[in-house]
């Protein structure tokens, strides 16, 4: 009956319950028993333009009909998109928004498609299933009806997760069917590393998910301030991030800031400060939760040995296969886990779906998927860090796996310098692979020939105004450089950055220094470039302090008791609770003037806060 047109408003209601039941509560893989409100805990993520560097705020993107969203693993993107259908099926969208039915739809299980069967009927077809699967079945006429009215709007959801040997063919049905139906909304969702600008010509624009500033920080840890030790608050973690730059680059992910946040909770749980020692206490203190009651394989070292072997195998297997699925078959994670177990002196026959299922459901470290057909890590740089000391003591082993696959192992490799001694032989031979996943390592790794470090560094300061452009660039001297150690390599990088900022006559390089430093989360970055504050020759110096958050309050308040209109306003969008407080203080000014702008961005504060 469904099919009938006039049965679509009651089918659509029944969409809109199915659609409520199934994101209202977000499952969280490590929290089994602790799902969150989506409605509750989701933040409005901001957005960069690569023409632009100001940021762009969710509510001025609902302007655009078609975008193209790209963000790093984890930054958000497909929680965007069950935000936008959850909030569709409460209404709480605006009336133009409303117009339309939003359809989620993900890519990846376009991986079991033929080639030739990937076109426009296709997606239709599976635009109906998408329906079906949510209490509206029978809707071939509705998706046909409203596709040529426009009236729906489509999410396609992680286009990296279609294998690189089918994803043109995945490209082109999408691109044909936006041509064919041009009035339909669309967002679609990708890994930034894998999005080649392949919707060029259907959208309106490309947008990268910029990174947690320290306002949404703070909104989405208030989640769990509820669940913190009497003697640990959000401040006193703030505060732990700021001395701890590389892990504080790591939490300005949302999902990285949940295990954040969850093992902060722990009483005994101290952060670390490198990379690899944050996900080597991580993944020990997941692998061990409820041992003392619950866990039939009290020795973390035999599930972590597990996860190891899979996840160097699903690492091989997407290489083999040139695919970005994440994903493997459970008679494959069955066979895998059995080739392990002897070696742990336990046995295939008995103990391998009972250790699969602790794994599961205690740690959240790997994830049952379609309905159990499938499993999957619960992040790829979880998978990435498995593999990593998997090849611990097989360095020639991965460094054939990196010259093969580059883009696979990259983060691998960088991992693998945090734990491994001396990487001076690795980092040599990636060099000559991958120059700038060499300049990469050297933030990571704990040892390394003084005379190859300098080599590399003295390559990238020639690169400096590249950084421009290249994100990951940028990234990688803000990494290398927050390690400001006494005659360490990192100090050599941050000087290198301020003399550029203060001395060179380029001003393209001096844009790259300012962009470089602010990635560095050091107060020290913070103190020169506020130097540079107002000047109007330099203005990406006052939008890097913005983003720097607390670190350049402080900074700001002498300008601001000064009667600065500007450094009020910037107090107002760095938007934490400090900055707030900077801006009450002044309401008690002597002179009157700057009691009256204090006020007034102040009731901007609260408004902008609500």
Not at 21 to 45: A, D, G, M, T
Not at 383 to 401: H, S
Request: glycine share 4%; proline share 3%.
């Amino acid at each position: 009956m469904a099919g009938f047109e006039w049965f679509w408003n009651y089918s659509l209601k029944r969409y809109k319950n199915g659609l409520i039941n199934k994101h209202q509560e977000l499952k969280v893989s490590f929290l089994p028993n602790h799902p969150l409100n989506l409605q509750k805990i989701y933040l409005s993520l901001q957005f960069l333009e690569k023409a632009n560097n100001e940021p762009i705020n969710f509510s001025e993107i609902k302007k655009y009909n078609r975008l193209a969203i790209k963000g790093q693993p984890g930054a958000g993107k497909t929680l965007l998109l069950k935000y936008l259908v959850l909030s569709w099926a409460r209404e709480k969208l605006k009336t133009s928004s409303n117009e339309y039915v939003p359809i989620l739809l993900e890519l990846y299980p376009l991986n079991e498609i033929e080639i030739s069967a990937l076109n426009i009927e296709l997606l239709k077809q599976k635009l109906v299933e998408a329906l079906d699967r949510d209490d509206f079945p029978k809707a071939n006429s509705f998706v046909e009806r409203n596709l040529e009215k426009g009236k729906l709007f489509l999410l396609f959801d992680g286009l990296d997760e279609v294998k690189s040997l089918i994803r043109p063919q995945v490209v082109q049905a999408i691109n044909d069917l936006l041509d064919k139906y041009d009035k339909c909304r669309v967002i679609i969702t990708c890994r930034a590393a894998v999005y080649r600008n392949n919707f060029a010509e259907s959208v309106e624009k490309t947008l990268d998910i910029k990174e947690f500033s320290d306002r949404q920080m703070r909104l989405f840890l208030e989640a769990w301030k509820s669940e913190m030790p009497p003697d640990k608050s959000i401040d006193q973690l703030i505060q732990t991030l700021r001395d701890r730059p590389l892990i504080m680059e790591l939490a300005r992910n949302p999902l990285m800031l949940t295990i954040v946040a969850h093992l902060y909770t722990q009483p005994a749980f101290v952060l670390p400060q490198s990379r690899s020692d944050f996900y080597q206490e991580s993944t020990h203190i997941l692998l061990n939760q409820w041992q003392n009651n619950f866990n039939q394989y009290k020795e973390s070292a035999h599930k972590r040995r597990v996860l190891q072997h899979l996840a160097l195998f699903a690492q091989d297997n997407a290489s083999k296969q040139q695919k970005n699925d994440l994903s493997l078959d459970y008679e494959i994670v069955v066979e895998q886990i059995q080739k392990v177990l002897p070696d742990l002196n336990l046995n295939p026959e008995t103990d391998t779906q009972p250790i699969l299922k602790e794994i599961v459901e205690r740690s959240g470290l790997l994830l049952e998927i379609e309905r159990g057909d499938k499993y999957q890590f619960a992040h790829l740089t979880l998978q990435e860090y498995f593999a990593a000391t998997a090849l611990r003591d097989r360095e020639n082993e991965l460094i054939e796996r990196f010259k093969n696959d580059p883009e696979r192992w990259r983060e691998t490799v960088k991992l693998w310098c945090g734990f491994a001694g001396n990487s001076t032989n690795l980092i040599e031979v990636i060099y000559q692979e991958d120059s700038l996943t060499a300049f990469e390592c050297l933030a990571d790794a704990q040892e390394v020939s003084p005379t190859l470090a300098e080599k590399i560094i003295e390559e990238f300061k020639e690169k400096l105004a590249e950084a421009n452009s290249d994100e990951n660039l940028a990234r990688a001297f803000g990494a290398v450089a927050s390690d400001v150690r006494e005659r360490g390599r990192g100090k050599v990088v941050f000087e290198f950055l301020e003399n550029a900022l203060n001395n060179y006559e380029s001003l393209e390089i001096r844009q790259a220094s300012v962009k470089a430093l602010s990635k560095t989360n050091l107060p020290q970055a913070a103190d020169i470039l506020f130097r540079y504050y107002e000047d109007i020759n330099l203005a990406d110096a006052r939008l890097a302090l913005i983003n720097m958050g607390d670190i350049a309050v402080s900074l700001l308040k002498g300008l601001a008791e000064q009667g600065s209109e500007m450094a009020m306003r910037d107090l107002v969008k760095i938007g934490t609770p400090y900055s707030r407080e900077i801006l009450n203080g002044l309401l008690y000014h002597s002179n009157e003037n700057i009691q009256r702008l204090a006020a007034l961005n102040l009731a901007e504060f609260r408004s902008l806060n609500n």
